[in-house]
């Protein structure tokens, strides 16, 4: 399509990336950063321990990790639009359903939708639509698409706590996201079109050369993202848990401690915008290696001190990291395997995100076992660099030659 107005990238990629984007936006402010917020809320009116509260929050990762899956499934038997739409309908029932709970299960139950509708919403069905009308500046797309992520986890909690002080009950915040959910979920809906990947300019090659998921199973490429996927979701929940108890047991003032975080989610949103034109002159690979390290540079930075200086390092280091190696591994399947299959490739990759649940467990174990939390941020930090080190081995699979081919030649 032509590009009058000579934008970075077509104006119908542009739409697509929107209408998308804005979908992964409140996707990712309606689950883990709206059910934060609210949480307190519904442990005094629901009467629940911090340990059933905690649980949810458990089932939530769960069900988000190993439904990643189900997405392929959908997109294979319908398509990737059908799947976003199934997405906003898992969505507007998880919302209701929490806004209807008057005890502890149903709780768990909505959290565990609220997990479905994640995966079937998030990054698989929309990087599948994506690709279609991204034959070109494909890691900018990306990037920007991952971008509305950050920015919704960095936006939500300050809409989730004026909703609730609006409309004056967290019954009546879910029930705004049903609604809202329903309105923009449709308007968005309207727009995306899928582009089969033959259509897409010079993609046949690239159709026919795709690997299929059984294949990619085969290679350690696979697994090596999957390492560096796993450490990251892993210290985003371990983050998530326990720095605030940390800074605060510690001597950090309460405001200095908002705007590290505030700092932290800024480089969230801002790192994979940035990075997507970067990625296309320096490789996945570096791009992958550098978002390891810097995370593991903030997380070193945190088990050592806590001056306004080291928290800024561990902000950028942390958020910046965060998207860097989100999207440097979304990136790196693409370019390894192909587009014909990724959809499966790339849920069954982010199986390896499972794995973040026991971060939050083992920290909180070794911080009761040991009175100290710079243990673990220490052993986060090796853990990345470790990761970084795996990442630094990466190169293009190569295909073994089928039967035919070998008895051929």
């Not at 929050?57 to 069900?63: K, M, P, Y």
């Not at 698409?145 to 609006?166: C, D, K, M, Q, R």
Request: aromatic content about 10%; charged content about 10%.
């Amino acid at each position: 399509m032509a590009n009058p107005l000579r934008l970075p990238i077509p104006l119908v990629t542009l739409k697509m990336l929107l209408a998308v984007g804005i979908l992964y936006l409140m996707m990712m402010g309606s689950t883990f950063s709206s059910l934060g917020v609210v949480l307190p809320h519904m442990i005094t009116s629901l009467k629940m321990s911090f340990g059933q509260a905690g649980f949810g929050f458990t089932l939530l990762a769960l069900a988000a990790g190993t439904s990643s899956l189900l997405p392929a499934v959908t997109i294979r038997k319908w398509s990737g639009r059908t799947t976003l739409v199934l997405g906003v309908l898992a969505m507007m029932a998880a919302c209701a359903t929490l806004a209807v709970a008057r005890q502890a299960l149903l709780y768990d139950v909505g959290a565990t939708m609220l997990g479905i509708g994640f995966s079937l919403i998030g990054a698989v069905p929309a990087l599948h639509v994506l690709s279609g009308w991204a034959e070109h500046r494909r890691s900018l797309v990306f990037g920007g698409y991952l971008a509305f992520g950050g920015l919704g986890g960095a936006i939500w909690p300050s809409i989730v706590e004026g909703a609730i002080h609006i409309l004056g009950d967290w019954r009546a915040y879910w029930w705004f996201m049903v609604a809202l959910m329903a309105v923009v979920g449709t308007i968005c809906l309207l727009i995306v079109r899928e582009r089969p990947i033959s259509a897409a300019v010079g993609d046949t090659q690239e159709a026919t050369a795709g690997w299929t998921l059984l294949e990619a199973l085969r290679t350690p490429q696979f697994y090596v993202i999957g390492c560096g996927i796993a450490a990251t979701y892993l210290i985003a929940s371990t983050v998530n848990a326990f720095t605030v108890s940390y800074l605060t047991r510690v001597g950090v003032a309460t405001a200095i401690a908002v705007i590290a975080f505030s700092i932290q989610s800024a480089c969230h949103a801002a790192f994979p915008l940035l990075m997507g034109g970067i990625a296309e002159r320096v490789g996945v690979k570096a791009l992958l290696i550098f978002g390891l390290t810097i995370q593991a540079l903030g997380m070193a930075a945190l088990a050592v001190g806590s001056s306004f200086p080291v928290l800024v390092i561990f902000a950028i280091g942390v958020g910046g990291g965060y998207g860097t190696i989100f999207l440097a591994t979304t990136l790196s399947l693409q370019e390894y395997f192909g587009r014909e299959n990724y959809a499966q490739i790339f849920g069954a990759n982010q199986l390896f995100t499972t794995i973040s649940v026991v971060g939050p467990l083992a920290v909180g174990w070794i911080a009761d076992l040991t009175g100290r939390f710079d243990i673990s941020f220490g052993g986060c930090a090796v853990l990345l660099l470790a990761a970084a080190m795996g990442a630094a081995t990466l190169r293009p699979p190569q295909k073994r030659p089928t039967l035919a081919a070998a008895t051929l030649s």
